[in-house]
T-cell receptor, first 111, second 115 residues
Framework: ELKVEQNPLFLSMQEGKNYTIYCNYS?????LYWYRQDPGKSLESLFV?????AVKQEGRLMASLDTKARLSTLHITAAVHDLSATYFCAVEATSGSRLTFGEGTQLTVNP | DTGVSQDPRHKITKRGQNVTFRCDPI?????LYWYRQTLGQGPEFLTYFQNEAQLEKSRLLSDRFSAERPKGSFSTLEIQRTEQGDSAMYLCASSLAIGGGYGYTFGSGTRLTVV
């Protein structure tokens, strides 16, 4: 059974600082997704990583995938308050079947 | 296209009642997924369809839950004899299965409260 673990689960950081969220998964997969969720809202797609070594960047967020290590990272650069949300990684075991989500990382960016 | 639509947005029901939720996917997407999310957790997979065929069901989907996708368009998720443990956000997603490079689009969800 595919398991996805994120850490940290809670992250409080100051504006302007950098930090990384880690996502480990238990079985072979080369498809990993990152989502953002604001309280009471649905999931907003951030990144789709489809191969080993994939790196994508959007604004202050950068995601990477190492399929050999079964690890993805979401790096936050110079955090701002608007990034406060819960971030989920999700792994697709086989193409188009379904996603298995991590528990989420609740990020709070303080002024 | 306005994305994935779910109805209702909120539902409060008494324990033991039946409820039905609807999901309208993005029109050209042939795959449709249902997930359940409880407070403080990540979404958990329930079931998915390709066109009208239900291809996989999670062990989480007890016999009180049934999902349909007639004609491969919208889908309904019915919960019979609701229990307090069914209280959750029910999320629908759709995707285009073309062999790779596609993503999943989620709807706004239906929040169910069983009292």
């Amino acid at each position: 059974e595919l398991k996805v673990e994120q850490n940290p689960l809670f992250l409080s950081m100051q504006e302007g600082k950098n930090y990384t969220i880690y996502c480990n998964y238990s079985t072979t997969s080369d498809r990993l997704y990152w989502y953002r969720q604001d309280p009471g809202k649905s999931l907003e797609s951030l990144f789709v990583l489809l191969s080993n070594g994939a790196v994508k960047q959007e604004g202050r967020l950068m995601a990477s995938l190492d399929t050999k290590a079964r690890l993805s990272t979401l790096h936050i650069t110079a955090a701002v308050h608007d990034l406060s949300a819960t971030y989920f990684c999700a792994v697709e075991a086989t193409s188009g079947s379904r996603l298995t989500f991590g528990e989420g990382t609740q990020l709070t960016v303080n002024p | 296209d306005t994305g994935v639509s779910q109805d209702p947005r909120h539902k409060i029901t008494k324990r033991g009642q039946n409820v039905t939720f609807r999901c309208d996917p993005i029109s050209e997407h042939n795959r449709l997924y249902w997930y359940r999310q409880t407070l403080g957790q990540g979404p958990e997979f329930l079931t998915y369809f390709q066109n009208e065929a239900q291809l996989e069901k999670s062990r989480l989907l007890s016999d009180r839950f049934s999902a349909e996708r007639p004609k491969g368009s919208f889908s309904t998720l019915e919960i019979q004899r609701t229990e307090q443990g069914d209280s959750a956000m029910y999320l629908c997603a759709s995707s285009l299965a073309i062999g790779g490079g596609y993503g999943y689009t989620f709807g706004s969800g239906t929040r169910l409260t069983v009292v």
